[in-house]
């Protein structure tokens, strides 16, 4: 059986490291291929990237700013995506003060570095006690330091300046997965059930235990819920 064409969208500041379980968990079912944004400082920008590398037909899976990527993605090339899934995400537009919080982190990493700027970040991105797992908290920190400020200030300024996509969501017809941790203070299961409600035969999962890096958390569970999505006819 031809295995389905899987693209993968990373959140702020991640790469492909943030989907390694998935692509390895999920290999005998889809053919992945993980999105690099570069320098692009726009969602709209990066969903045209992802537009044409991406095969003419394939399943979509966005976690965090990636997720608001693959909602632009879908607004543009709907008949394209056959599968959509967002993980620990949203689709409203930015809320008054938000900009506060994001350039202060990126004056860290401007001023101490990208790891330094990750051990502020991280701790209430993961589920509580999570930044005692070692292995799990340096991938991230590495993963981080693999970017630079420029290229946090261009994500800022995309995440920022994102569209409200709310509508897209009202209008997704494709078998859809939403995703979060259970503990996701960022992207919270609320969210994530109205996005569900809003979508005619959607797969609501709440993963315990978890946090907003649902991929690297709890990764055998969300490689379950990847896989009964991908088999879902569209």
Not at 35 to 46: E, V
Not at 52 to 77: C, I, K, N, Q
Not at 119 to 141: F, K
Request: charged share 25%; glycine share 6%.
């Amino acid at each position: 059986m031809d295995r389905l064409q899987l693209v993968l969208l990373p959140g702020l500041l991640c790469d492909e490291t943030v989907w390694q379980p998935q692509i390895a968990g999920l290999r005998d079912t889809a053919e992945c291929r993980v999105a690099d944004y570069g320098a692009l400082d726009s969602i709209r920008d990066m969903a045209e990237l992802v537009l044409r590398d991406a095969p003419e037909r394939f399943a979509l899976a966005g976690h965090s700013m990636g997720g608001r990527v693959a909602l632009e993605v879908y607004r543009t090339a709907p008949e394209r995506v056959s599968h959509l899934a967002l993980f620990d995400t949203a689709c409203t537009p930015r809320v008054p003060g938000e900009e506060k919080g994001r350039y202060a982190l990126l004056e860290i990493a401007r001023r101490d570095g990208m790891r330094a700027m990750g051990m502020q970040w991280l701790p209430p991105m993961l589920q509580p006690g999570r930044m005692d797992d070692a292995e799990l908290v340096e991938t991230i920190l590495r993963m981080f330091e693999r970017k630079s400020p420029a290229i946090q200030e261009a994500q800022i300024t995309a995440l920022l300046n994102r569209p409200d996509a709310r509508d897209v969501v009202a209008g997704v017809r494709c078998p859809a997965l939403l995703l979060t941790g259970e503990q996701d203070g960022w992207s919270p299961p609320a969210v994530h059930r109205a996005m569900s409600e809003a979508i005619p035969g959607s797969t609501l999962a709440v993963i315990p235990e978890c946090g907003h890096m649902a991929t690297m958390e709890r990764p055998e569970a969300v490689t379950a819920a990847m896989r009964a999505w991908l088999m879902s006819k569209s």
